[in-house]
């Protein structure tokens, strides 16, 4: 072997469009659910490195926020990256979404970044494969819910949804609630396209989780809306993917799973509210890989709770699964010369 070719080389550089990722995942909600069920598998297992995610606030514009999620994944996976996602609430009413984002991919060998992806997909789909394999792990040994019920119905509801009925759901009926109502009969315009079954629009919260069996908590709100215990008295599955909408008493009435327990339990969550509360963390049960792994059994007499704080090496997963399919397309954009001063001493 040649001196050149033992030595790294490193990747060309590539930039992933939004339309190419959504052409990647479409249709591809089972191969994402699976893949995201392996991705906690492995970190569950300790093949992963996961830091703390690091939220960059402004005071001069106290409700936006960007978020740097670093991560590495083994597994079939082996990639490292850092997703960088901007919540900017006041976006919506201007007609863009809330959230964006971008998802750098670091190779493995030689840490060279090799693609910059548009991350606001992969993120809202991670997030929803995620939502429905949950909803699957959690419902095992219950009837399974016939009727779903949305708090906050933006942009992550819709994909929890689609990701939900592409899976095998079917519901009688779909809740929505939302303190917009524009935001409740853009959803209620999505639900009548997506298929079939009643849709009601509640006027509180309160009737939608008493009505509903699984019940998606996809808001923005910064602290607990929901305290009374006596609405969930009919045991739901709950998917907290919003993280704030719930009094700890709720939590504390209620089977916790969450996805990672250090990630969880920060930034004034409803379970970190719990701990506060409680002075441990007994309320919770385990991970979500936990279930998965048969550590946990969840019992069918007692409200479930997932909070899942969002983990980079979903994200990475996603991430690679989509440069791989671009890749295998032949429509990956390469940026030539991206990586410019490779001779150490000059050429
Ligand atoms: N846990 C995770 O992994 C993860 C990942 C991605 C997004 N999220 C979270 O999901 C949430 C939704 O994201 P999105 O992009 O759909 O946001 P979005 O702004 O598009 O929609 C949020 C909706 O919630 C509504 N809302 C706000 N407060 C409410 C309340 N108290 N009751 C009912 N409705 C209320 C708003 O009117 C809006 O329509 C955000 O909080 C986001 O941080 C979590």
């Known amino acids: 072997m040649s001196d050149t070719a033992a030595r790294p080389v490193p990747p060309p550089f590539a930039v992933v469009s939004g339309a190419q990722v959504q052409r990647s995942l479409q249709g591809r909600e089972r191969e994402v659910v699976d893949l995201v069920e392996a991705a906690y598998r492995w970190h569950g297992e300790g093949d992963s490195v996961n830091p703390p995610s690091y939220f960059l606030r402004f005071p001069d514009r106290p409700t936006a926020r960007i978020i740097a999620l670093p991560a590495s994944l083994g597994g079939k996976i082996r990639v490292d990256g850092l997703k960088w ?3 900017f609430p006041d976006n919506v009413a201007a007609g863009i979404p809330r959230a964006s984002a971008v998802l750098i991919l670091n190779d493995h060998d030689t840490g060279y970044p090799f693609a910059c992806l548009e991350s606001s997909i992969i993120s809202a789909t991670r997030t929803a494969a995620s ?17 779903v019920g949305f ?7 819709r994909y929890i949804h689609t990701h939900l009925t592409a899976t095998g759901w079917e519901f009688e009926e779909t809740g929505v609630f939302d303190l917009s109502p524009d935001s409740a009969a853009g959803f209620r315009g999505y639900l009548e396209k997506a298929g079939p079954g009643r849709i009601t629009v509640y006027e509180d919260a309160e009737q939608l989780i008493r009505s509903s069996d699984l019940v998606v908590f996809a808001t923005i709100a910064g602290e607990p809306h929901v305290s009374d215990v006596s609405w969930f008295e009919h045991n739901p599955v709950v998917l907290h993917v919003s993280l704030r909408d719930l009094a700890p008493e709720i939590l504390l009435a209620s089977t916790n799973l969450v996805d990672d327990v250090e990630h969880c339990l920060k930034a004034n969550t409803s379970p970190h509210l719990a701990e506060q509360l409680t002075g441990s963390r007994d309320f919770l ?12 059994t969840v019992p069918a007499g007692r409200p479930v709770v997932f909070s899942p704080f969002g983990l980079g090496v979903l994200d990475l997963a996603v991430g690679k699964y989509v440069y791989d399919e671009v890749t295998r397309s032949g429509d990956l954009h390469v940026i030539d010369d991206f990586f410019h001063e490779l001779k150490r001493y000059g050429a």
């Not at 939502?131 to 009727?147: F, I, N, Q, T």
């Not at 708090?151 to 509801?157: E, N, R």
């Not at 385990?286 to 048969?294: C, E, N, R, W």
């Open 131 to 147: 939502a429905a394999l949950a909803a699957e792990r959690l419902s095992v040994g219950r009837p399974r819910p016939r009727r």
């Open 151 to 157: 708090v906050g119905t933006g942009l992550i509801a």
């Open 285 to 296: 049960a385990g991970t979500l890989a936990d279930v998965m792994a048969g550590r946990v």
């Open 85 to 87: 996602i901007s919540s």
